[in-house]
């Protein structure tokens, strides 16, 4: 599968198959919030919502086009919206697109006098506090945080899937019909417990499926979120001093509660002794001699620069002209952010011939043992990389990017004993299955809306929230 258009979910968008007529339209929903000062100006942070169809039947290059992408709506902030309000948002919208789920007559160049028409809306592509506000599931930090299974809060570091079970479309519509019945807001809250799900607009849609028709997006999810974690949280490069001192504090304590000193031992055989004189039966126990050790060694050590890959080699790697080399001074609090196309590069093209040198090359102070894991972490990952984020995908690759997924996410509980487990690791369990049935994540990811998003910002406008997002989407509509 090179495409969506290869895909079983393209399919089964109609009841009778895929779209038959060129006027069968798929429609895929982005939506994002972002900052409409950009920046922090004097002071102010506000946001507001984009959301915006992208044309599915149209080709990989032409889709993302400007003049091809209909913005639907601009969110009103200042603050981002809660269930109540994106459900009143999308409601005159879903109910406009309803009128097209059998097909209505319009009237077209070809066709003066008239051809049906029918609309699907599928799949959902946001990151993952949008993903679950307009599908109607809580959010990463609720009880039940995944759209996708059932998997307890509790659970979430487990790997194997008996720990959870995937949702049914159909259960959940239910399931939000339930939360929809419940009329005061106590009641509702209560519900909501009970299984993560609520109503959301987009339910009215017969056809939408709020498990099968959303996307896990590759930007936020895995550029950002996986690789960002490998490399700042458990490799530590580029992470905060406050955090870097926090770890460091957690360490120490830790060892020193689990250190045996030269006191311990003194205690201990002064209280055996005591023990032999009450108790004849301790005084046959044979002697045994206690090891003395100053601390524990743990498996590895998150904060030492000794476990991190040498970040100033990376420069001396050779890049294709196309390539956008990440900053040289990787590390650094000066180089600022990275992009979602610098973790890319990083652990596609660079990292791959840094840290297997680092790991072999007698450097590390870690056990053989160790170094073996972290290096099959590492290609763990680095395979998960090439797979997820290939414009080509098939059932196998798939397979093969959930069995080393699982891999990746249990070496990291021996490598990285004090870290846990984040929601968005328990969501990238997901991407083969959606792999499987969307076909490769690439063309569905968030780029294109990020970049909608910076135009956007770079609107010229009073700065007057009353006014911003209309002026916005005034001047999107002109320019389209």
């Not at 990989?60 to 601009?74: C, G, M």
Request: glycine share 6%; aromatic share 10%.
């Amino acid at each position: 599968m090179r495409d969506v258009l290869d895909s079983p979910g393209w399919q089964t968008m109609y009841t009778d198959g895929g779209p038959e007529s060129p006027y069968d339209l798929v429609f895929g929903l982005y939506t994002d919030d972002f900052r409409m000062y950009g920046m922090k100006i004097a002071g102010k942070t506000a946001k507001c919502g984009l959301i915006a169809l992208y044309c599915m039947n149209l080709p990989p290059h032409l889709r993302y086009e400007p003049e091809n992408i209909f913005i639907v709506a601009i969110v009103p902030g200042p603050s981002a919206p809660d269930s109540e309000t994106i459900s009143e948002v999308l409601g005159p919208i879903v109910r406009d697109l309803q009128t097209f789920t059998d097909g209505k007559i319009l009237p077209t160049h070809m066709f003066p006098e008239g051809i049906r028409v029918r609309i699907r809306i599928a799949p959902v592509i946001a990151d993952s506090p949008a993903r679950a506000l307009y599908t109607g599931f809580t959010g990463h930090s609720a009880t039940y945080p995944c759209g996708f299974c059932t998997v307890h809060m509790d659970d979430i570091d487990k790997v194997d899937p008996p720990a959870w079970a995937t949702r049914d479309g159909h259960q959940v519509r239910f399931q939000a019909l339930v939360w929809k019945g419940k009329r005061s807001p106590k009641a509702r809250e209560d519900e909501v417990k009970k299984n993560g799900v609520r109503w959301t607009s987009l339910h009215s849609l017969a056809y939408w499926d709020p498990v099968k028709h959303v996307v896990l997006g590759v930007m936020h999810n895995w550029l950002e979120g996986i690789l960002e974690d490998q490399l700042r949280d458990l490799w530590g490069i580029g992470r905060s001093a406050a955090k870097e001192n926090a770890m460091k504090t957690a360490l120490a304590e830790e060892n020193e509660e689990e250190s045996f000193t030269d006191d311990d031992v003194r205690d201990s055989a002064s209280e055996l002794e005591g023990l032999e004189m009450d108790n004849s039966t301790l005084s046959r126990l044979r002697p045994r001699r206690i090891r003395r050790r100053s601390s524990p060694t743990p498996p590895a050590s998150v904060q030492s620069s000794q476990n991190e890959p040498s970040v100033p080699s990376t420069r001396y790697v050779t890049l294709p002209t196309w390539v956008g080399r990440p900053p040289v001074n990787l590390g650094e609090a000066s180089h600022g952010s990275l992009k979602a196309n610098d973790y890319l590069v990083l652990f596609s093209f660079i990292l791959p011939l840094v840290v297997p040198e680092f790991w072999q090359g007698g450097s590390s102070y870690l056990s053989q043992d160790a170094s073996e894991v972290s290096r099959r972490s590492f290609e763990n990952v680095v395979i998960c990389t090439n797979i997820v984020c290939s414009f080509k995908t098939s059932n196998a690759e798939a397979d093969l990017y959930t069995d080393r997924y699982k891999r990746y996410r249990r070496s990291i509980g021996q490598l990285y004993p004090m870290w846990n487990t984040k929601p968005n690791h328990h969501y990238a369990m997901h991407n083969g299955d959606i792999m499987k049935f969307w076909g490769p994540l690439p063309p569905l990811s968030e780029f294109s809306g990020e970049r909608m998003n910076g135009t956007l910002q770079d609107i010229n406008t009073n700065k007057k929230i009353r006014d911003m997002e209309f002026t916005m989407l005034r001047q999107m509509v002109r320019r389209g």
